[in-house]
């Protein structure tokens, strides 16, 4: 057996997709179906990527032409990346919610407004331009891993999906990802989480221009949410698939809530931008990893607009850049 695939009890295979980035790999799961099988999540765009999709097809002897549907939690490139390939090769639908697939247009579409609306977001919150420009080239560098973007169809929460012969309830998850899936199967207790719940993994939560505010306040409602259906199997984007659900959002919930408090400390002690901040929180070893670096500070502007909106840090405009103080 490969190294890169897991057949589940179910005999669904999670196959997983290397990355060149630090996450390594995002879960692809192949789903047997009467008539040719599901993929969930095919990956990033990356040559090391599509000879693991021939390698995989081969060993289990599955025809291109026999992928009859391909379904995304969410629109983020690790996930999306080849799904206008495989769409290409196998002709099969793509779905996904529409606010995802909007999302994925603005990002990278021809005319996209995306990388110049982060470059003010970032300026105004006192990231030097020089590091702005590598976090730009490396936005750029994102197309040509989702393209050829797919033809997609729209799938939305409240609604439900056949997948493997057994229904699942299509659930709203946003914070991660605004108009990101879970699927949960009422029977078996599984999830198919994406992104939003995993294993040793905090997903990211990301001030995204253009969107709503508050992100970080949308992932925890969802959390709360999540943590009411009864799971016993969780199947995430990234590591393995794993049992303690409801342990693993209480896990999260405790980090964004201690990240929160230290943050109020932090500015008590010093007001600081956004951009201080993030280095005194992420190290400023991340100036030379832009792509690290952009998550970081996004996230941490999620936190800093959480308090804000709740009264627990005040801003001021000093000198053409915004400062957060302690309330
Ligand atoms: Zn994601
Ligand atoms: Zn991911």
Same mark, same amino acid.
């Given at each position: 057996?490969?190294?890169?695939?897991?057949?589940?009890?179910?005999?669904?295979?999670?196959?997983?997709?290397?990355?060149?980035?630090? #996450?390594?790999?995002?879960?692809?799961?192949?789903?047997?179906?009467?008539?040719?099988?599901?993929?969930?999540?095919?990956?990033?765009?990356?040559?090391?990527?599509? %000879?693991?999709?021939?390698?995989?097809?081969?060993?289990?002897?599955?025809?291109?032409?026999?992928?009859?549907?391909?379904?995304?939690?969410?629109?983020?490139?690790?996930?999306?990346?080849? @799904?206008?390939?495989? %769409? %290409?090769?196998?002709?099969?639908?793509?779905?996904?919610?529409?606010?995802?697939?909007?999302?994925?247009?603005?990002?990278?579409?021809?005319?996209?407004?995306?990388?110049?609306?982060?470059?003010?977001?970032?300026?105004?919150?006192?990231?030097?331009?020089?590091?702005?420009?590598?976090?730009?080239?490396?936005?750029?560098?994102?197309?040509?891993?989702?393209?050829?973007?797919?033809?997609?169809?729209?799938?939305?929460?409240?609604?439900?999906?056949?997948?493997?012969?057994?229904?699942?309830?299509?659930?709203?998850?946003?914070?991660?990802?605004?108009?990101?899936?879970?699927?949960? %199967?009422?029977?078996?207790?599984?999830?198919?989480?994406?992104?939003?719940?995993?294993?040793?993994?905090?997903?990211?939560?990301?001030?995204?221009?253009?969107?709503?505010?508050?992100?970080?306040?949308?992932? #925890?409602?969802?959390?709360?949410?999540?943590?009411?259906?009864?799971?016993?199997? @969780?199947?995430?984007?990234?590591?393995?698939?794993?049992?303690?659900?409801?342990?693993?959002? @209480?896990?999260?919930?405790?980090?964004?809530?201690?990240?929160?408090?230290?943050?109020?400390?932090?500015?008590?002690?010093?007001?600081?931008?956004?951009?201080?901040?993030?280095?005194?929180?992420?190290?400023?070893?991340?100036?030379?990893?832009?792509?690290?670096?952009?998550?970081?500070?996004?996230?941490?502007?999620?936190?800093?607009?959480?308090?804000?909106?709740?009264?627990?840090?005040?801003?001021?405009?000093?000198?053409?850049?915004?400062?957060?103080?302690?309330?």
């Amino acid at each position: 057996m490969m190294n890169e695939v897991t057949v589940l009890e179910n005999g669904w295979i999670q196959v997983k997709i290397p990355l060149p980035f630090s #996450l390594r790999w995002v879960n692809s799961y192949i789903i047997p179906e009467d008539n040719g099988f599901t993929v969930i999540d095919p990956g990033l765009r990356t040559d090391e990527a599509i %000879q693991l999709w021939d390698d995989v097809l081969e060993h289990f002897k599955i025809e291109w032409g026999q992928i009859t549907r391909i379904v995304l939690t969410h629109q983020h490139p690790d996930h999306y990346g080849l @799904a206008g390939y495989i %769409q %290409q090769k196998s002709g099969c639908p793509v779905y996904m919610s529409q606010r995802s697939h909007h999302y994925a247009l603005r990002l990278w579409g021809t005319k996209s407004d995306y990388p110049a609306a982060l470059r003010e977001l970032y300026l105004e919150h006192g990231m030097p331009s020089e590091l702005m420009n590598a976090i730009e080239d490396n936005l750029l560098s994102f197309i040509e891993k989702v393209s050829p973007q797919p033809i997609v169809s729209y799938i939305e929460a409240g609604s439900t999906l056949v997948l493997g012969g057994v229904s699942w309830e299509l659930i709203d998850a946003p914070g991660h990802a605004y108009g990101a899936l879970c699927f949960y %199967q009422r029977e078996w207790g599984w999830m198919i989480c994406g992104d939003q719940v995993l294993p040793h993994i905090t997903p990211n939560v990301s001030v995204v221009p253009g969107e709503e505010r508050d992100p970080l306040a949308a992932f #925890l409602n969802s959390l709360e949410e999540l943590k009411t259906y009864e799971v016993k199997f @969780a199947l995430p984007g990234h590591r393995d698939p794993f049992t303690d659900f409801q342990g693993r959002i @209480a896990e999260l919930q405790g980090h964004h809530e201690r990240r929160l408090k230290g943050m109020v400390e932090q500015l008590s002690e010093q007001p600081r931008s956004a951009f201080q901040l993030c280095e005194s929180l992420f190290g400023i070893r991340l100036r030379d990893n832009p792509h690290n670096l952009r998550f970081a500070m996004s996230e941490t502007l999620a936190h800093l607009f959480y308090l804000e909106e709740r009264g627990l840090v005040r801003v001021e405009v000093r000198d053409g850049e915004v400062v957060f103080f302690a309330s």
